[in-house]
């Protein structure tokens, strides 16, 4: 039961659940406290995995320790942050011989990074054929124009007319995990796409 300033772990389940449909064993390691020491103690027991996952501490907080302390360790960084939402801090690279990828610590933001991110590395690290997850559809509703990152909408699905019908959820709050239990795909908005009609052609993935 929470306590004061407390909130139930729900991060490293839904990944580990999102993981393990694409076909990878997990080891679910116990929460690591938000200390240098306590990270790389983390990091060296997960030495020899396939591929490492961090979940939080990538931002730039005074506790955001996870791109110190790879760096630190000797971590091959392919990029750090990406011009999208929700998820920007997000982290990937070599550590040790092991692929790794360190999630932003927002419940929404890590679990579309590792829609995203993850399952298709999966895949790959497993010599699966690559696999275009994008659809085309209508949009079900108007929406403004869209800011500087590239937008990854929670959104439900529908037919009509024998063509998907792809309708962004009102609140796009990227706290509120119970919203994306309710999406069906994510509806992928260009950085800077002008406002868009209901009936106008979008793409978008299907959440499995």
Not at 4 to 27: C, K, L, W
């Amino acid at each position: 039961t929470p306590g004061p300033g407390q909130i139930v772990s729900s991060n490293d389940i839904a990944i580990a659940a999102i993981a393990r449909s694409a076909g990878a064993e997990v080891d679910l390691l116990p929460i690591a406290a938000d200390t240098e020491a306590s990270l790389r103690d983390s990091l060296l027991r997960a030495s020899g995995a396939d591929l490492i996952v961090t979940i939080g501490g990538a931002s730039v907080g005074d506790h955001d320790l996870i791109g110190k302390v790879t760096e630190g360790m000797g971590m091959e960084r392919a990029f750090y942050k990406i011009a999208m939402r929700p998820g920007k801090p997000l982290i990937a690279g070599r550590i040790a011989g092991s692929a790794m990828i360190g999630l932003p610590g927002n419940p929404v933001s890590s679990i579309v990074c590792a829609e995203l991110f993850i399952r298709p590395l999966l895949d790959a690290m497993q010599g699966l054929p690559f696999t275009d997850r994008l659809h085309h559809g209508r949009l079900g509703r108007s929406i403004g124009a869209e800011g500087d990152r590239q937008h990854y909408l929670r959104a439900t699905l529908s037919e009509a007319d024998g063509l998907p019908i792809v309708t962004p959820l009102e609140d796009q709050d990227s706290a509120r995990l119970g919203l994306l239990a309710q999406a069906d795909a994510l509806l992928v908005r260009p950085a800077g796409d002008p406002p868009r009609e209901a009936g106008d052609a979008v793409k978008f993935i299907v959440l499995n």
